[in-house]
T-cell receptor, first 114, second 113 residues
């Protein structure tokens, strides 16, 4: 079975600084998809970034980028120029083929210090 | 319109009650999901509907009964729940399946007394 591991339960970053959230996964599949979702306090969960495993190029969305290391099965999220609105719980997630479910990691709570 | 709506926002029910949660999307998505989420935990998948057919049931107790009346609507019927079923129930939809971005609703906060 696929597993997703987020080993850090909490992190803190100074506003305007850069922070990296770690995620590792385990799979025997060659084709899969990885996601980072953000869930602010009492607000809806939204997609931050999506990576297709067959694409070697790391996905980027504005201040958010990933470091996808397929051989190491690592998928970390880098947030640049952190803002107060980035404070949230971040979940790393994995899915395989069309009939697979989305498997979430335990999540990490990110706080941003003004 | 990239919104998933859920009603009600809050629900308090006794263990003998019957109630329903409702979810709606108008993005033309063909996959819809029910998740259960406890505080500070990841969402746990309950059910997946694909093209209005139940495709995944994660061994959920029969006191939870999903229904997909049409491609825009998803219901979760609740009956004889237990206090441990108290949680945030999230609905989500995606274009075709889990390989695509899931759009989440705000959830229904359920309390079973």
């Amino acid at each position: 079975a696929q597993t997703v591991t987020q080993s850090q339960p909490e992190m803190s970053v100074q506003e305007a600084e850069t922070v990296t959230l770690s995620c590792t996964y385990d799979t025997s599949e060659s084709d899969y998809y990885l996601f980072w979702y953000k869930q602010p306090p009492s607000r809806q969960m939204i997609l931050v970034i999506r990576q297709e495993a067959y694409k070697q190029q790391n996905a980027t969305e504005n201040r958010f980028s990933v470091n996808f290391q397929k051989a190491a099965k690592s998928f970390s999220l880098k947030i640049s120029d952190s803002q107060l609105g980035d404070a949230a719980m971040y979940f790393c997630a994995y899915t395989g083929g069309a009939n697979s479910k989305l498997t979430f990691g335990k999540g990490i709570t990110l706080s941003v210090r003004p | 319109d990239t919104e998933v709506t859920q009603t009600p926002k809050h629900l308090v029910m006794g263990m003998t009650n019957k109630k329903s949660l409702k979810c709606e999307q108008h993005m033309g998505h063909r996959a819809m999901y029910w998740y259960k989420q406890k505080a500070k935990k990841p969402p746990e998948l309950m059910f997946v509907y694909s093209y209005e057919k139940l495709s995944i049931n994660e061994s959920v107790p029969s006191r939870f009964s999903p229904e997909c009346p049409n491609s825009s609507l998803l219901n979760l019927h609740l009956h004889a729940l237990q206090p441990e079923d108290s949680a945030l129930y999230l609905c989500a939809s995606s274009q075709r399946d889990s390989r695509y971005e899931q759009y989440f609703g705000p959830g229904t906060r359920l309390t079973v007394t």
